[in-house]
């Protein structure tokens, strides 16, 4: 039997910067951007379809403006990336 040596391509996952993101879509400021990227930063890009406010509560995000303004936040920038 001949062995086959084969290289598998190495999946590289680009780690999501969640100040920006909250800072640009979100309109938080930079503490509050700080605040919540700390907690946020547990999930990836491709969480974002899944997050509504209960998780954000979950998650320690207690002020429900900076909630609100974080799943509006996701609404407009998932509206700019169809491909997910």
């Known amino acids: 039997m001949k062995a086959v040596?084969?290289?598998v391509g190495?999946?590289?996952q680009v780690k999501f910067d969640w100040m920006e993101f909250l800072k640009t879509y979100c309109n938080?400021?930079?503490f509050e951007a700080r605040e919540c990227s700390d907690m946020l930063k547990v999930m990836i890009e491709e969480d974002l379809m899944g997050v509504d406010t209960a998780v954000l509560e979950r998650l320690g995000i207690e002020d429900?403006?900076?909630r609100l303004?974080?799943?509006e936040g996701i609404r407009s920038y998932m509206r700019n990336k169809p491909y997910m």
């Open 5 to 7: 040596s084969s290289s």
């Open 64 to 66: 429900p403006a900076v």
């Open 28 to 30: 938080l400021t930079e």
């Open 10 to 12: 190495s999946v590289r």
């Open 69 to 71: 303004k974080v799943v």
